[in-house]
């Protein structure tokens, strides 16, 4: 009873992907679970079907270890940039010498085309600095960037016309992404580039809050008591 049941079914399933030839193509670990025969015939497109199954899940393996070894490569660079900023920071004997480290590491040792600084209190020895503005937190110039002042969350993209404004005066039209990273409390850091997709919304930025977090803590040590 149990055989003629398998037969009829063997059958009906046989005729049913004799309708429906695609079916494999929607299931293609399906055809990787079938035994085919090594004979000459019509199961030999099936078991060429199954190779090329595999040489693509091959191939987008290895296009997966590749970026992950590519990425792995970048961040091991950021850490150590990262670590070498963090020391080169704890180091410096002043407020104005800890941003002036700040933003050559930005410039130099993470490819900055334009960096900007933003403090919200004069800092004594940078009164005159191109890569530095002063302006109270009360300033109207700052109104676009309250929100991420408020809850210090980096961001990265094309910021509006607005900002650009306010960070790169003169040189806004150059810039055509950014990195902001907002301070609360002490100020903002905006990396700029020509590139528009050097900074993209998404991109990670653990990288960019390490940093931001090495300098407010350097700049603590100066602070008044």
């Known amino acids: 009873m149990s055989e003629t049941a398998e037969k009829i079914g063997s059958h009906e399933v046989a005729a049913w992907l004799r309708r429906h030839p695609t079916f494999l193509k929607q299931f293609p670990d399906l055809a990787l679970t079938l035994v085919v025969p090594r004979d000459d015939g019509p199961t030999a497109s099936l078991a060429s079907y199954q190779l090329d199954v595999l040489r693509d899940k091959n191939r987008e393996l290895s296009r997966r270890l590749a970026d992950l070894a590519a990425n792995a490569q970048i961040n091991e660079r950021l850490a150590v940039r990262t670590h070498q900023l963090t020391l080169a920071l704890m180091k410096q004997d002043s407020a104005a010498d800890t941003l002036r480290a700040m933003a050559a590491s930005l410039e130099e040792d993470f490819a900055g085309d334009l960096v900007r600084l933003i403090v919200l209190h004069p800092v004594a020895g940078l009164e005159q600095a191109p890569w530095l503005q ?3 937190e009360s300033s109207p110039l700052l109104g676009v960037f309250r929100d991420c002042l408020k809850d210090g969350e980096p961001i990265c993209g094309r910021l509006q016309a607005e900002k650009n404004t306010v960070l790169y005066a003169g040189r806004a039209e150059e810039v055509q992404s950014s990195a902001l990273l907002p301070l609360p409390g002490v100020g903002l850091i905006a990396v700029g580039s020509h590139d528009g997709n050097r900074f993209y919304p998404g991109m990670g930025t653990l990288f960019l809050r390490m940093m931001g977090e090495s300098l407010v803590v ?8």
Not at 218 to 225: C, D, H, I, T, V
């Open 218 to 225: 350097a700049l603590q040590r100066f602070a008044s008591p």
């Open 134 to 136: 002063v302006i109270e």
